[in-house]
């Protein structure tokens, strides 16, 4: 079993940039693939970005690449999402995943533990 716990979210202006982070606990929490999705009102949750249990490979949603980016760090057991240059269309609950593969995590329906989201809003 593994608990995730996601932090760092708020209001934020456009143009503007925060840092997500995930604190994951569980005796193989490390062995997991990680991720970001997130699911604005009225959508379906959608891919971000995730990170190989290793940390060496990592993949972004086409509309976050070059503005965010996926670390963890396997000592203390956290995956940070640092968000840049963040637009409207950025506002929604974030959420951590933790997986198999980091290329199965592209899918939700591959994750196998969620955290309870966090939530991010960005003012025009």
């Known amino acids: 079993q593994v608990q995730l716990v996601e932090s760092g979210g708020g209001l934020v202006q456009t143009g503007g940039s925060l840092r997500l982070s995930c604190a994951a606990s569980g005796r193989t929490s490390s062995t997991y693939a990680m991720g970001w999705f997130r699911q604005a009102p009225g959508k379906e949750r959608e891919f971000v970005a995730a990170i190989s249990w290793s940390g060496s490979v990592t993949y972004y949603a086409d509309s976050v690449k070059g503005r965010f980016t996926i670390f963890r760090d396997n000592a203390k057991n956290t995956v940070d999402l640092q968000m840049n240059s963040l637009k409207p269309e950025d506002t929604a609950v974030y959420y951590c995943?933790?997986?198999?593969?980091?290329?199965?995590?592209?899918?939700?329906?591959?994750?196998?533990?969620w955290g309870q989201g966090t939530q991010v809003t960005v003012s025009s």
């Open positions: 995943a933790a997986g198999g593969g980091a290329y199965q995590l592209k899918s939700r329906y591959e994750a196998d533990y």
